[in-house]
């Protein structure tokens, strides 16, 4: 982790302004990530048995627009932060992200981004970042990756290469991971 987090602040760095910007009214930042996930206070009806284990992937198809963080990446940390709140430990809580179709943008280093989009930002990369030196695992489909003809040299570092999204999405459901689409 220690190596990671200069990759994280550069990350950051990158990050365009409104991707970073304050939280909605009525949402604060998290507890584990400040710049993204930000949550909302709810007095739930629907307690939190004490002892769960979550286990939870997110299926994600969707481009974000350049320069901005990708909606269901940003509510992968979302799903973290407010469980942490909730008074989750961390340790509980596995989270992964299969990403196909157009998001696979979504995961390209800066300049695979840049050469792809007229030289935008990807605003999801500082995200990337810290969500996997957190331990989320993320995983891009291998048939995405073949169509777009997207090397391993493009991908962000700690994003993985999967057969295909449903072979992730498969083998995570095997292992007790429920899906969040």
């Not at 220690?2 to 998290?30: D, N, S, W």
């Not at 939190?48 to 979550?54: M, N, Q, S």
């Not at 696979?104 to 030196?133: K, M, Q």
Request: proline residues 7%; contains cysteine; negative net charge.
């Amino acid at each position: 982790m220690l190596k990671t987090l200069p990759l994280v602040a550069a990350l950051l760095l990158l990050l365009p302004a409104q991707a970073i910007a304050e939280p909605r009214a009525g949402f604060h930042t998290g507890p584990v990530f400040t710049t993204f996930g930000h949550i909302a206070p709810v007095e739930s009806d629907l307690p939190i048995p004490e002892g769960t284990v979550f286990r939870v992937v997110f299926d994600v198809t969707d481009k974000a627009t350049p320069g901005q963080l990708n909606r269901t990446i940003d509510s992968a940390a979302r799903f973290i932060n407010m469980h942490v709140e909730a008074g989750v430990p961390a340790a509980d809580i596995h989270v992964a992200i299969v990403v196909h179709g157009g998001a696979y943008a979504d995961l390209l280093t800066p300049d695979a981004y840049a050469a792809r989009n007229d030289g935008a930002v990807n605003g999801s990369a500082a995200a990337i970042a810290e969500l996997t030196a957190h331990g989320v695992d993320i995983w891009l489909c291998g048939q995405t990756a073949a169509a777009q003809q997207i090397t391993r040299a493009d991908l962000l570092p700690g994003v993985g290469l999967s057969l295909s999204a449903m072979t992730a999405l498969a083998l995570l459901q095997q292992q007790g991971y429920t899906l969040n689409p």
